[in-house]
C-alpha cells in the first residue's frame, strides 16, 4: 500500500500540526522525517543529567482557558491540550547591561509603564504615548485581520494605515531619544530575527502586545514535549510516521504532486504534499527544475535567509539563585547600538557587543533541570553564511572561541556562573544547518524584512497543484505562527479534498 | 477583511519597488543556492568509507586498525570522540563504537585500536578476520568525551582501564605534538603487565615530558614489577597528585571500573561537574545491577512483536537493539550505551528494563520511547519502528 491522501515532508511544528490535523479529519496521512526524533528546533538533547530546550523560550498565543488565544484554540481543536502542562512565565523580560543598570519589565501593562517610567523618568510621557500606541494598533490589527472588518478604511484605524509598514526603529526614535531605552523597547525584534532598522512596527508592536495580553509560556518538558504530543495524536488518528528517512524526490506531472521518493527509493503515489521543508530547498533539490514555474524560481531568487544562531546550552550543579539568575527570561546587552550594526555584528563569526538572551526555565518551573541543579540557554543570532568560509579544520576553534566571548559575557552579569558549569554544549549555525536541512541555517526561515512579509509573498501556496508549505518559510515566525501553519496548510487541503 | 488592504497603507509603494529591485539583483538565497551540503559533509559525513591501510599488533590481545579514507578526505575530530563501525557479520548487520587512538592534528588516517572481548562478536571479527586492504563502513566522529575548554582545567587526570587508554592516546599524542599548554597525570589500571596497551610509548613519552606523568597500576602484578599495584585507589592518586583542585577528572574503561574508581574520586573531594566519563558500552550482566527484578531470570525468552512488521524472541538478558539485529531488523545506532539516543524506539505495550541514569527525554519516557541498546525485554512486547 504505497498510496496516501497526503504526505507530510519534515516533522517541524508545522509538518506536526499539518499531519495530525489531516489526520484527524480521517485522511490516509504518512510523516516524513529524516531525523529520529520530531520536533525540527522544538526538540531537546540528553547530556548528563541535563535535559537541554533547543529553541523554545516563550510561547505566545497561548493565554489561559478564560481568555484563550488563539494556539490555546487550535491545540485544543487538534485534542493535544489536555496532554501538555503549560508554566507561565511571570515577566517579560529582564535587560542586564554590562555597566551594571537592570531592569524587568512586567507582563502587566501598567506595571510596565511604572517601571520604565521610574527608571527614564525624563521620557515618563513618551513611554505612556507609545504603550498607548502600541495598544491602538494592536486594536486595529485585530479589527481588521481577526475580525476581517470589511468597512476597514484610513479614517477608521488611522494607526495601521500609518504605521504597520514603517520600520521599528523609525519610531522609537520618533518617540524617544534615550539610547538605553529604545534599545530597551527594541530587545523583541530578536524574536524575529531582524534589527529594527528593518523590522515592520507591525511585528513589534504585536509581538509586544501579544505577551501582554496572553502572558508568555513554556511547557513542561519543554517543546519536545509539545513535539511528541501532536506526534502521538497523529499515530492514534491512524497516521503513518517514518523517521530516519526523509524525503529525496517529489515527482511532478503536468503541474501537478504526483508521488514524493523517500531516501530509501520508496515511490509513494500522492496527489498532495505538505512541506515544511523550505521553499528553496524543495524547489531547487527536491522538485525537478524543469516542473517549476519561472516565477516562482524568481520570486524564491529575490528573498533573503533569515539569521541562525550561536547557542551555549549550560547545566550548573547549583540552583539558579547561587548564580544570581532571578529570572526566566533575561536579555544582556553591552551596547545601546540598534542600528544596521546590529546586521553587521550577526554577519561576523565571534561574539563581541552582540545582544544576547539567557533563559533559565528553572526559575518559573523548578522541576525543569534535575534536583540541586539548573540550566541555562544562552543565544545570539547569527547569520549562516560566514560560517561557511571557516574550513572546516578550523571550525572547532572558532566554535569554543566564540562559546568562550559569549561565557565571559555572561560572567558580566553572573560572576559565579564559571565554577557550577556541569555540562556545556555549544550550537552554531552550522549546527543548525546540519539539523534542519534549511539553506544557511536560517531558524526564522525567509528574513522578517517588510518586502518578506506576509502581505508581500505566497505563504504557504504554490503553483504546483497540490503542493503547499507549513512552517516557518510561509510566513510569520516562531513556535506559534509555525504551529498555526501547519493547521491552515491541513485545512486548504481538506477543503480542496471535500472532507471537511 | 477587505482584499489587498495593506495596498493602502503608508509606505506600500515604496516596498513594491523594494521587492522589484530585490528580484532583479537577488537576495540572499540566490547565493545559499550553491548548498552547504558539502560543507557540512566535510564536518560531519552520515557515513565514511575506510580502507585498513595496516593492522598493527599492540598485545597478544590488541591491535591497531590504521584506516584511511577511500575518498583521501577525513573529517576533523577531537581528541576522544569515536568512530562507530557498521558491520555484516554472519549475516548479522551491526555496529560498534571504538574510539580513535590517533592524534587529530593529523587525519591522513583515523586508528583505532581494538581488545579482544570473549565471545564478542565484532572485536574479534576485527582481530582475525579484517586484513590489510579491506574495506570498512562507519560514522562520521561522534561522542562528548573530549578536553572541553570552556569548562576543563589544564590539568587532566585521566584514569583509564584497559582498552579504555584510546581516547587518553589521542588526547596525549595531540598535548605533545602540538605542545598545549596541559598538565596529564594518567593512571592506566590494567589485569597484567602483559594487557597494557601502548606501554612503551607511554613510558617514553613520560621520560621525554615533564607534564606527561603515567602511572600504570597492575592487578595481578609479576614479582619483579615495581610499580603501583591492585586497583586504581584513592591512595594510589594521592600518591602522585598534591591536591585536587583545579583539575578535572577523566574516566575510561570498563563498568568495573567505573564501579570502583568513581566512589574512589568522589571520597577525594572532587565534585561531580570535575569528572567526565565516556560510557563504555551497555553493562555487562544486566541481571545483576539494581532495580532488575528478580522473578526475571537472564534466560527468559519473550515475543517480541513489531508493529507492522515481523515477530521474534529476545532473551531478557540481552538488549532489544541487539535481539532486533539478531532476526535481521536494524534500527541505526551509534554510541550503543545508552547516551544518543539514535537507537529510540517505542514500546506499545510490555515493560522493559533500562537502568537508571540512561538519559532519555522526559517527553519519552511519558509516550514510552526507549533507548533500546541499553533496554531489556521483561514481558513480551510490542514495538513501534519509525
Ligand atoms: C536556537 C533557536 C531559538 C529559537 N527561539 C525561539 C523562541 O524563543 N520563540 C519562538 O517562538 N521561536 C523560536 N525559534 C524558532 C522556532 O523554533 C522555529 O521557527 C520553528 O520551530 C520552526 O518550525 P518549522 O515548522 O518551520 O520546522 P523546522 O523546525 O524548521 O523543521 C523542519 C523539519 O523538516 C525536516 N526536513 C528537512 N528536510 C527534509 C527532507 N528532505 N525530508 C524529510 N524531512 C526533512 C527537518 O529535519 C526538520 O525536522 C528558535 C529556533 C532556534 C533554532
Ligand atoms: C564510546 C565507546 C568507545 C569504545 N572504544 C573502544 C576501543 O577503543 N577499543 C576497544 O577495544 N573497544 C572499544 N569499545 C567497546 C567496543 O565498542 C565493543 O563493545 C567491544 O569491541 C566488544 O564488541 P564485540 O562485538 O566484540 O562484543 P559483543 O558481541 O558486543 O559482546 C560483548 C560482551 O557481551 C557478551 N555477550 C555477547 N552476546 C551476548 C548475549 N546474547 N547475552 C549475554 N551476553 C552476551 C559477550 O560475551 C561479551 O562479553 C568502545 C565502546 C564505546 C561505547
Ligand atoms: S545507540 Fe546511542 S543510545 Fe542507543
Given at each position: 500500500m504505497n498510496a496516501f491522501d497526503v504526505v507530510?515532508?519534515?516533522?517541524?511544528?508545522?509538518?506536526?500540526?499539518?499531519?495530525?490535523?489531516?489526520?484527524?479529519?480521517?485522511?490516509?496521512?504518512?510523516?516524513?522525517?529524516?531525523?529520529?526524533v520530531p520536533g525540527g528546533c522544538a526538540t531537546s538533547f540528553c547530556r548528563g543529567r541535563f535535559e537541554f530546550e533547543v529553541a523554545l523560550h516563550q510561547l505566545s498565543g497561548l493565554g489561559t482557558?478564560?481568555?484563550?488565544?488563539?494556539?490555546?484554540?487550535?491545540l485544543e481543536q487538534l485534542g493535544v491540550l489536555q496532554d501538555l502542562e503549560f508554566v507561565e512565565i511571570s515577566d517579560l523580560y529582564h535587560v542586564a547591561a554590562s555597566d551594571g543598570f537592570r531592569?524587568?519589565?512586567?507582563?502587566?501593562?501598567?506595571?510596565?509603564?511604572?517601571?520604565?517610567?521610574?527608571?527614564?523618568?525624563?521620557?515618563?510621557?513618551?513611554?505612556?504615548?507609545y504603550f498607548d500606541l502600541m495598544a491602538r494598533y494592536a486594536n486595529d490589527m485585530i479589527s481588521t485581520f481577526i475580525f476581517r472588518d470589511p468597512e476597514a478604511s484610513r479614517d477608521k484605524y488611522p494607526c495601521l494605515y500609518k504605521y504597520a509598514l514603517q520600520n521599528s526603529k523609525a519610531i522609537l526614535d520618533e518617540f524617544f531619544s534615550d539610547p538605553l531605552l529604545k534599545t530597551i523597547l527594541s530587545l523583541y525584534s530578536g524574536y524575529l530575527g531582524v534589527p529594527p532598522t528593518r523590522l515592520a512596527f507591525a511585528y513589534l508592536a504585536m509581538l509586544f502586545f501579544q505577551y501582554m495580553e496572553f502572558k508568555p509560556y513554556h511547557l513542561k518538558g519543554g517543546s519536545q514535549a509539545l513535539s511528541n504530543a501532536i506526534l502521538n495524536k497523529f499515530l492514534s488518528d491512524g497516521g503513518t510516521a517514518r523517521f530516519n528517512c526523509g524525503a529525496k524526490k517529489i515527482i511532478v506531472d503536468k503541474g501537478q504532486i504526483n508521488a514524493v521518493v523517500t531516501d530509501d527509493d520508496d515511490e509513494i503515489t500522492t496527489n498532495y504534499i505538505v512541506s515544511n521543508v523550505s521553499p528553496v530547498a524543495t524547489y531547487n533539490h527536491l522538485i525537478d527544475p524543469a516542473q517549476v514555474p519561472a516565477a516562482t524560481s524568481v520570486e524564491i531568487k529575490g528573498r533573503n535567509l533569515s539569521t541562525s544562531a550561536f547557542t551555549l546550552f549550560i547545566g550548573f550543579d547549583c540552583e539558579p539563585d547561587q548564580l544570581d539568575i532571578t529570572e526566566t527570561t533575561n536579555f544582556l546587552i553591552s551596547t545601546t547600538d540598534i542600528s544596521d550594526g546590529i546586521r553587521d555584528r550577526m554577519n561576523r563569526p565571534d561574539i563581541q557587543d552582540d545582544f544576547m538572551l539567557l533563559s533559565c526555565y528553572d526559575i518559573s518551573?523548578?522541576?525543569f533541570s534535575p534536583p540541586g541543579t539548573c540550566q541555562a540557554n544562552v543565544v545570539t543570532l547569527k547569520y549562516g553564511e560566514p560560517w561557511l568560509r571557516i574550513p572546516p579544520?578550523?571550525?572547532?576553534?572558532?566554535?569554543?572561541?566564540?562559546?568562550?566571548?559569549?561565557?565571559?559575557?555572561?560572567?558580566?552579569?553572573?560572576?559565579r556562573v564559571r565554577d557550577h558549569i556541569e555540562e556545556i554544549e555549544v550550537a552554531t549555525p552550522l549546527t543548525h544547518m546540519r539539523s534542519l536541512g534549511h539553506p544557511f541555517g536560517a531558524i526564522y526561515g525567509y528574513e522578517t524584512l517588510t518586502k518578506d512579509s506576509l502581505f508581500f509573498q505566497p505563504g504557504r501556496y504554490s503553483p504546483i497543484q497540490g503542493l503547499f508549505f507549513a512552517g516557518g518559510w510561509t510566513g510569520d515566525q516562531g513556535f506559534e505562527p509555525t504551529l498555526r501553519s501547519g493547521i491552515s496548510a491541513a485545512k486548504s487541503i481538506i477543503r480542496r479534498l471535500g472532507a471537511e | 477583511m477587505r482584499k489587498g488592504i495593506w495596498q493602502e497603507f503608508d509606505g506600500y509603494q515604496d516596498i513594491v519597488e523594494e521587492i522589484k529591485v530585490s528580484r532583479k539583483l537577488g537576495g540572499t538565497v540566490s547565493s545559499a543556492m550553491v548548498s552547504a551540503e558539502e560543507y557540512i559533509r566535510q564536518l560531519h559525513p552520515d557515513r565514511l568509507e575506510l580502507c585498513v591501510s595496516d593492522i598493527i599488533t599492540e598485545t597478544p590481545s590488541t591491535k591497531t586498525l590504521r584506516l584511511v579514507s577511500k575518498d583521501n578526505y577525513l573529517p576533523p575530530f577531537m581528541a576522544g570522540q569515536y568512530i562507530a563501525l557498521y558491520l555484516e557479520i554472519a549475516g548479522i548487520r551491526t555496529s560498534r563504537p571504538y574510539s580513535i587512538s590517533s592524534q587529530p592534528n593529523q587525519v591522513g588516517y583515523y586508528d583505532i585500536t581494538v581488545r579482544r572481548v570473549e565471545n564478542g562478536?565484532?572485536?574479534?571479527?576485527?582481530?582475525?578476520?579484517?586484513?590489510?586492504?579491506?574495506?570498512?563502513?562507519s560514522s562520521g566522529p561522534a561522542g562528548n568525551f573530549y578536553f572541553n575548554p570552556l569548562l576543563h582545567k589544564k590539568t587532566m587526570v585521566?584514569?583509564?582501564?584497559?582498552?579504555?587508554?584510546?581516547?587518553?592516546?589521542?588526547?596525549i599524542r595531540e598535548i605533545i605534538e602540538c605542545a598545549l599548554d596541559r598538565l596529564v597525570y594518567l593512571f592506566y589500571g590494567n589485569q597484567t603487565i602483559d594487557d597494557v596497551i601502548f606501554g612503551a610509548e607511554l613510558n617514553r613519552i613520560s621520560k621525554r615530558f615533564d607534564h606527561i606523568h603515567y602511572i600504570p597500576v597492575i592487578e595481578e602484578p609479576s614479582r619483579k614489577y615495581e610499580g603501583a599495584c591492585g586497583f586504581i585507589s584513592r591512595d594510589v592518586m594521592r600518591e602522585v597528585l598534591e591536591n585536587i583542585e583545579d583539575k578535572?577528572?577523566?574516566?575510561?574503561?570498563?563498568?568495573?571500573?567505573?564501579?570502583?574508581?568513581?566512589p574512589q574520586i568522589q571520597e577525594m573531594g572532587v565534585p561531580g561537574r570535575k569528572i567526565k566519563q565516556e560510557m563504555y558500552g551497555a553493562p555487562p550482566n544486566i541481571w545483576q545491577y539494581p532495580g532488575w527484578p528478580h522473578e526475571v531470570h537472564q534466560d527468559d525468552v519473550f515475543t517480541v512483536n513489531i508493529k507492522n512488521g515481523k515477530q521474534l524472541t529476545a532473551k531478557a538478558g540481552e538488549p532489544l537493539l541487539v535481539a532486533l539485529e539478531k532476526n535481521g531488523v536494524v534500527v541505526p545506532s551509534l554510541c550503543r550505551s545508552g547516551d544518543c539516543s539514535m537507537c529510540r524506539l517505542k514500546i506499545l505495550s510490555g515493560k522493559v528494563f533500562q537502568p537508571a541514569g540512561v538519559p532519555v527525554r522526559k517527553s519519552d519516557k511519558k509516550y514510552g520511547y526507549v533507548h533500546s541498546c541499553v533496554s531489556y525485554p521483561l514481558e513480551n512486547l510490542e514495538i513501534l519502528i519509525q
Open positions: 507530510v515532508i519534515g516533522a517541524g511544528n508545522g509538518g506536526l500540526t499539518a499531519a495530525a490535523k489531516l489526520a484527524q479529519k480521517g485522511l490516509n496521512v504518512l510523516l516524513l522525517e529524516r531525523h529520529n482557558a478564560e481568555k484563550p488565544g488563539l494556539l490555546r484554540m487550535e531592569i524587568t519589565l512586567k507582563t502587566d501593562r501598567a506595571e510596565t509603564i511604572a517601571v520604565l517610567q521610574d527608571k527614564f523618568p525624563h521620557q515618563k510621557d513618551a513611554i505612556q504615548r518551573d523548578p522541576e579544520r578550523r571550525y572547532h576553534d572558532v566554535k569554543f572561541r566564540c562559546a568562550e566571548s559569549m561565557l565571559k559575557r555572561v560572567e558580566e552579569i553572573y560572576p | 562478536l565484532v572485536s574479534n571479527y576485527l582481530l582475525d578476520v579484517v586484513k590489510r586492504g579491506d574495506t570498512l563502513i585521566c584514569i583509564a582501564g584497559g582498552s579504555g587508554i584510546t581516547p587518553f592516546m589521542s588526547m578535572s577528572f577523566f574516566i575510561c574503561g570498563p563498568q568495573g571500573l567505573y564501579d570502583f574508581c568513581l
